[in-house]
């Protein structure tokens, strides 16, 4: 059965990351060291050469494509955008500690939304329509290996809730530049909503590119990732 391969990456570094602050939706550019790592990692792992690549229209991802995967057709694809954190966007966890929306905001939860942001269901259900347009464009026009240039949260949610084998969201934690590898099939992706999961991105030292990286573990699973991930 053909098989699509897809590559998730997260964006480089911006200077809200660098100051630990919320910048879902807020569009700041890579800073200048994001930047540089970014070209210094693609230099070291010797990125494949993808057939198109799907990314966030936020400035972030749209400059981390054009270091990471330069010359290759890219797609904006306005549903990766990361999580709306609405009031708390643009401020550190040190500056909302004595808010108590912020308070109830930590205790996680599918349905609690920061004040005027997105639920983590919000989310995933534009994560699912992001998906379903992106692999129907792959199917349509016959490409097998793509790249989706996105944000921490997105990659997060994605892979927890449509990623076999089930796992917590903690593992789906990854650096500037950095992300995973999956493999969808028509099949599972129609009967079932989901792909599989065959490895980190880039390999680490002695891996192949795919090579599957999880310790299965069903039982760690939960479908809450507030606790994980603390914005982008």
Same mark, same amino acid.
């Given at each position: 059965?053909?098989?699509?391969?897809?590559?998730?990456?997260?964006?480089?570094?911006?200077?809200?990351?660098?100051?630990?602050?919320?910048?879902?939706?807020?569009?700041?550019?890579?800073s200048r060291e994001g930047a540089d790592e970014l070209y210094d990692r693609a230099e070291q792992a010797g990125y494949p050469e993808f057939q198109k690549v799907y990314v966030s229209p936020l400035?972030?991802?749209?400059?981390?494509?054009?270091?990471?995967?330069?010359?290759?057709?890219?797609?904006?694809?306005?549903?990766?955008?990361?999580?709306?954190?609405?009031?708390?966007?643009?401020?550190?966890?040190?500056?909302?500690?004595?808010?108590?929306?912020?308070?109830?905001?930590?205790?996680?939860?599918?349905?609690?939304?920061?004040?005027?942001?997105?639920?983590?269901?919000?989310?995933?259900?534009?994560?699912?329509?992001?998906?379903?347009?992106?692999?129907?464009?792959?199917?349509?026009?016959?490409?097998?290996?793509?790249?989706?240039?996105?944000?921490?949260?997105?990659?997060?949610?994605?892979?927890?809730? #449509?990623? &076999?084998?089930?796992?917590? $969201?903690?593992?789906?934690?990854?650096?500037? %530049?950095?992300? !995973?590898?999956? +493999?969808?099939?028509?099949?599972?992706?129609?009967?079932?909503?989901? #792909?599989? &999961?065959?490895?980190?991105? $880039?390999?680490?030292?002695?891996?192949?590119? %795919?090579?599957? !990286?999880?310790? +299965?573990?069903?039982?760690?699973?939960?479908?809450?990732?507030?606790?994980?991930?603390?914005?982008?």
């Amino acid at each position: 059965m053909k098989g699509y391969r897809i590559t998730f990456i997260r964006h480089g570094a911006t200077q809200g990351n660098a100051e630990g602050r919320y910048i879902g939706v807020t569009d700041l550019p890579l800073s200048r060291e994001g930047a540089d790592e970014l070209y210094d990692r693609a230099e070291q792992a010797g990125y494949p050469e993808f057939q198109k690549v799907y990314v966030s229209p936020l400035k972030r991802c749209v400059q981390t494509a054009h270091i990471m995967t330069p010359n290759i057709p890219t797609s904006e694809v306005v549903e990766l955008v990361e999580m709306d954190f609405g009031d708390f966007e643009g401020k550190t966890p040190d500056e909302l500690k004595n808010d108590p929306a912020y308070a109830k905001f930590l205790k996680g939860g599918l349905d609690n939304a920061p004040p005027n942001g997105e639920s983590a269901r919000q989310v995933a259900s534009r994560c699912y329509k992001a998906l379903s347009l992106i692999i129907g464009d792959m199917m349509e026009e016959g490409i097998t290996d793509a790249a989706v240039v996105t944000h921490a949260g997105i990659i997060m949610n994605m892979m927890t809730c #449509f990623g &076999l084998p089930k796992q917590a $969201p903690g593992a789906y934690t990854c650096g500037f %530049g950095c992300g !995973f590898e999956v +493999l969808v099939t028509a099949q599972l992706w129609q009967r079932s909503g989901a #792909f599989e &999961l065959i490895g980190k991105f $880039p390999p680490e030292a002695g891996e192949r590119r %795919g090579e599957y !990286f999880i310790d +299965l573990d069903d039982d760690e699973y939960y479908d809450d990732y507030n606790d994980d991930y603390d914005g982008d």
